[in-house]
């Protein structure tokens, strides 16, 4: 799934569908269609976005 997929498809979860991929991760599985360690990162940032936090990366100190 390429990063704009991986962003329309994540920006679409409820609370309830967090929780739901937080219990599949939790349990060492991958969701369905997500690469190994992806769900849980749009997760992470899903998560902050429903609290109306503000997450912001600067590409050039990331290795």
């Known amino acids: 799934m390429s ?3 991986c962003l329309k498809l ?12 937080r219990d ?3 349990q ?3 969701p369905k269609g ?7 990162e749009y997760l ?3 998560a ?3 609290d109306k936090l503000e997450v912001t990366l600067d ?3 990331v290795v």
Do not use: C, H, N, Y
Not at 10 to 21: L, Q
Not at 34 to 40: C, N, P, S, T, V
């Open 24 to 26: 599949v991760l939790l």
């Open 44 to 46: 992470v940032l899903r």
């Open 10 to 21: 994540s920006s679409t979860w409820d609370r309830k569908e967090m929780r739901a991929i």
């Open 34 to 40: 997500w690469d190994k360690g992806k769900a849980l």
């Open 59 to 61: 590409r050039k100190s």
């Open 28 to 30: 060492g599985k991958t």
């Open 3 to 5: 990063p704009d997929e």
């Open 48 to 50: 902050f976005e429903a």
